[in-house]
């Protein structure tokens, strides 16, 4: 059975009809008494409905109008009241619950036994990358696997070679706690955003001489912080997230707005892009502790996850796409499989009682990077979901760590003014 | 269902979410053994090029620490 039986209609009310449905759009949400037939219904009779009852957005929906009012009007007959409803999302809440158990016969751990240990890893930090002058919040690897971009409190964005540690371009801001940058897959322009409710676009120009930050331009338009950002499969759309509670995808050219997703009932902290073999999905992680999958075309909320029992910092894919993880204040991390659609792995310790803040894979997915708020970075076992190694060096929060697209190196950002890159 | 809707009421919302859990509650799921094992598997199949987790010989390593060199 269709979830929406009007799915299909089409307007065929009258003239005096559609004065009426200009007023049903004004709030406050009030229905007017529409007349006449239409096509598909069979009420043929003036219908009402009382005053507080939904108002529709008729002209992108084509809905049969008269059937839609009778609808609604007979819903709210029947008694489906506020508590009917509050009890059946209760009753699909469970549903789905059991639904997921059904499927669930061994865990990924138990699977994984006869996997090999992984060899004790010799991770070391080569290069430590300073310039910043206040604390670093966000960074992101070029294609190139050498350059990589940085944001910081004090609204500054670098542009780093991290093999020569030059400084390749240096764009200020006009606000702080620049919170989002991330490279164009061209490595030719970067996005930022913070604490100025936007996403601006800079290209970056070989010309040392020239201001960058002059050719700055505005993309995305929130109505709080920018969290996160991350442009599609190329230059021209822009993917954000923001404080706002929403994401939103731009074209980066006009700066419009494509697409908007909402679902999240807080503020969304992180976002990432499905790896490009997988197909135009996304997933985002906010203070509302879920973690939810969008359709990029349609704007649908796919699935959605809520084991975490605090703000979920950070959302990372896994290499193959079927399976994403999440940071969490909650001082765990956790693994889900999107085929299974349940969380197969909870990574954490009784000795770890800081928030993670941000997680990324390895090349292959066996070991997961995660940085905490206790300045360490743990290395996690995926399959086994135990702790590999821990990485020190960080004199204050990691705020972001992202392996290089080559997977030969580690980069953490932290509150220490500093980022650092490590490998082998 | 893309909410272009105007305020709505906590009526709407409910029902929004009564839809969204429906749909939630109806897609297709396998099971966990044949998720982790195709995990498993992937990850068995890319770890030999994952430099962090197999490390770089060291003749090939840029950033291998250095032995100590005399000028003679």
């Known amino acids: 059975m269709s979830q929406d039986p009007l799915e299909g209609c089409r307007i065929s009310a009258g003239k005096k009809s559609a004065v009426s449905l200009g007023k049903a759009l004004h709030p406050p949400n009030l229905l007017v008494v529409v007349e006449g037939t239409c096509g598909a219904c069979v009420a043929a009779s003036p219908v009402s409905a009382p005053e507080g009852s939904c108002s529709y957005n008729v002209a992108h929906h084509h809905l049969c109008v008269c059937v839609r009012v009778c609808m609604a009007w007979q819903g709210l007959q029947k008694g489906e009241t506020l508590a009917s409803l509050k009890q059946e999302s209760e009753n699909l809440r469970r549903k789905l619950e059991e639904e997921r158990g059904k499927l669930t016969d061994v865990e990924l751990h138990q699977v994984a036994e006869k996997v090999e240990t992984v060899a004790a890893l010799s991770i070391k930090t080569r290069r430590v990358l300073k310039g910043h002058g206040n604390k670093v919040l966000s960074m992101d690897w070029c294609k190139d696997k050498r350059r990589l971009v940085s944001s910081s409190q004090d609204g500054k964005v670098i542009v780093w070679d991290a093999f020569t540690l030059n400084k390749e371009h240096g764009i200020t801001l006009p606000c702080t706690w620049v919170m989002a940058c ?69 074209d980066v050219e006009s700066g419009q707005l494509l697409q908007s997703f909402h679902g999240h009932t807080a503020d969304v902290l992180s976002l990432d892009l499905a790896p490009s073999e997988t197909g135009n999905t996304f997933v985002s992680g906010g203070c509302d502790m879920k973690a939810n999958v969008w359709d990029m075309r ?35 991390c956790r693994f889900y499989d999107l085929r299974a659609d349940r969380e197969v792995a909870v990574y954490q310790k009784d000795s770890i009682i800081f928030g993670a803040s941000s997680v990324d894979f390895s090349l292959s997915g066996r070991l997961l990077f995660a940085g905490y708020n206790d300045y360490t970075i743990n290395v996690w076992d995926v399959l086994k979901g135990t702790r590999v190694s821990v990485l020190f060096g960080h004199e204050n929060r990691v705020s972001r760590v992202r392996v290089s697209p080559d997977g030969t190196a580690l980069c953490s950002a932290s509150w220490d003014n500093t980022l650092r890159v490590s490998r082998t | 269902m893309t909410s272009r809707m105007p305020s709505s ?64």
């Not at chain 1, 996850?305 to 994403?324: E, L, R, T």
Request: aromatic letters at 6%; glycine letters at 6%; charged letters at 20%.
């Open chain 1, 182 to 250: 991330a490279y164009a897959p061209s490595g030719c322009a970067v996005a930022c955003g913070g604490l100025d409710n936007k996403c601006s676009v800079v290209p970056l120009s070989l010309d040392r001489n020239e201001n960058v930050t002059a050719k700055k331009k505005s993309v995305a338009m929130h109505t709080n912080y920018v969290s996160g950002c991350s442009f599609t499969n190329s230059d021209m759309q822009l993917l954000t997230s923001s404080g706002d509670g929403t994401c939103a995808l731009w």
């Open chain 1, 298 to 332: 349609s704007g649908q909320n796919i699935q959605s996850f809520d084991n975490h029992q605090s703000d979920i910092n950070c959302v990372k894919y896994y290499p193959s796409g079927d399976a994403f993880a999440s940071a969490s204040d909650d001082a765990t």
């Open chain 2, 9 to 72: 009421s906590s009526v709407t919302q409910a029902r929004q979410l009564v839809r969204q859990l429906r749909m939630e509650a109806n897609i297709r799921r396998i099971r966990v053994s044949k998720a982790s094992s195709d995990l498993m598997r992937y990850c068995g199949e890319q770890a030999k090029y994952d430099p962090l987790l197999m490390g770089i010989p060291a003749s090939e390593n840029p950033f291998r620490d250095k032995k100590p060199c005399t000028v003679l």
